[in-house]
């Protein structure tokens, strides 16, 4: 039966069950690895944080923005009232193996150390935070206003997931989304002396990798240049069936980008050759192999045939705290159904305003059916029905 049906089908199975996020089912056993270790990346499903190192906004900016009603888009303060755990907790409680960094260019330092938005505020615009001040890339979600972050910079978040890897060596291969940004308030408001963005150049793209390679051993990373092997093209791998086993994965970690920098990766190295990080794309590309396709609703359908295909997609389960207020799962059971092999969200687990009546929020969150950090993909993992993967 053509997969992009059964997709269909799980889909509406899942809209039958109703839509109370409170109650999970208990965890299901773990499946033997004669089960699944001959299994190929793409035929896994993950859930993984959106914004992963994001804290957030400090109280006194956050405060401002909720006064200013015609505010929308990314400084819509409705859209950022969520908090993350640190990676480590997020990795080992909640089982995510899949997180999200978005990452500013920064080559001399200094460029993200004041933050402009506390004028607004009566406060000193000074962090006073030392690594602000060195050169390399910087993690955080909007510069002036949304900077609150679990890691300062790329080589502080790279180093913790390297620790925690290296202290489970059995886990489930990680992937790391890089959001490569150079936009900022600056570029809307062009006048109000707040922070630009440093367009990420050749150079920059390429201290992507640089960064990569100052905390993990290249043996360490899921590479293009490994799934690619023999084959002429990215593409033509996947569509093959390149993808390495579970077994050959296991303990190791995937990157793949999208945004700022990913024309300039691309150009400086066609078909990703000698590059340690995916980039995103479409079917058709020649380095097409992961692929962001965010709404599953919409793109349900067109999710499952890429999975079935043989790349891997990333879909959201929700979005700007909606479904947390709403208690609304018909986009996390959509994205889950549809094969998206990571499904991310902000809410691994329930809002902790969600036990308080009248709060306006509710106790939804987002987990694989079975529990576990990753379970046989419902589109592409050649079963039936879904089963446990484990790695503890």
């Known amino acids: 039966m053509d997969r992009r049906f059964v997709a269909l089908a799980l889909l509406a199975a899942c809209a039958a069950c109703g839509n109370d996020p409170v109650g999970d089912p208990p965890d299901g056993p773990c499946a033997t690895a004669d089960e699944i270790d001959g299994l190929r990346l793409n035929q896994i499903q993950v859930v993984g944080s959106h914004n992963s190192y994001r804290r957030h906004t400090y109280p006194p900016i956050f405060a401002f923005l909720k006064g200013i009603s015609a505010l929308a888009g990314d400084l819509d303060p409705a859209g950022l009232d969520y908090d993350h755990l640190p990676l480590p907790e997020q990795l080992v409680d909640y089982r995510m193996r899949a997180l999200e960094l978005d990452l500013y260019n920064d080559p001399t330092g200094g460029q993200f150390y004041s933050r402009q938005g506390l004028r607004f505020v009566n406060e000193?615009?000074?962090?006073?935070?030392?690594?602000?001040?060195?050169?390399?890339?910087?993690?955080?979600?909007?510069?002036?206003?949304?900077?609150?972050?679990?890691?300062?910079?790329?080589?502080?978040?790279?180093?913790t997931i390297a620790a925690w890897s290296d202290a489970h060596p059995m886990h489930i291969p990680l992937a790391i989304q890089l959001e490569t940004k150079d936009m900022t308030v600056a570029d809307a408001l062009p006048t109000f002396m707040l922070t630009p963005g440093i367009p990420f150049d050749a150079a920059a793209a390429a201290a992507i990798d640089t960064e990569i390679r100052g905390v993990f051993a290249e043996t360490r990373i899921i590479t293009p240049d490994e799934v690619r092997g023999t084959h002429a093209t990215l593409e033509e791998a996947v569509l093959a069936g390149g993808w390495p086993t579970l077994a050959a994965a296991r303990g190791r970690v995937l990157f793949f980008m999208e945004g700022a920098a990913v024309d300039e990766y691309v150009a400086g190295a066609p078909g990703l050759v000698g590059r340690l990080v995916f980039a995103n794309s479409q079917p058709g590309d020649p380095h097409a192999a992961v692929v962001i396709a965010n709404d599953a609703i919409a793109g349900g359908a067109t999710?499952?045939?890429?999975?079935?295909?043989?790349?891997?997609?990333?879909?959201?389960?929700?979005?700007?705290?909606?479904?947390?207020?709403?208690?609304?799962?018909?986009?996390?059971?959509?994205a889950l159904a549809s094969g998206a092999q990571i499904v991310s969200t902000d809410y691994y687990r329930p809002d902790p305003r969600g036990s308080v009546a009248g709060s306006g929020w509710t106790n939804y969150h987002v987990k694989l059916p079975g529990g576990g950090p990753a379970r046989t993909n419902p589109v592409s993992g050649g079963r039936d029905a879904p089963i446990r993967i484990c790695d503890e």
């Not at 079935?308 to 479904?323: C, K, L």
């Open 303 to 334: 999710i499952a045939d890429m999975v079935s295909r043989g790349y891997i997609v990333r879909a959201m389960a929700d979005g700007e705290t909606i479904q947390a207020r709403s208690g609304d799962t018909t986009s996390r059971d959509a």
């Open 124 to 159: 000193p615009v000074e962090s006073n935070i030392p690594e602000l001040m060195e050169p390399g890339l910087k993690v955080l979600h909007i510069p002036d206003f949304d900077y609150e972050t679990h890691h300062y910079t790329f080589r502080s978040a790279l180093e």
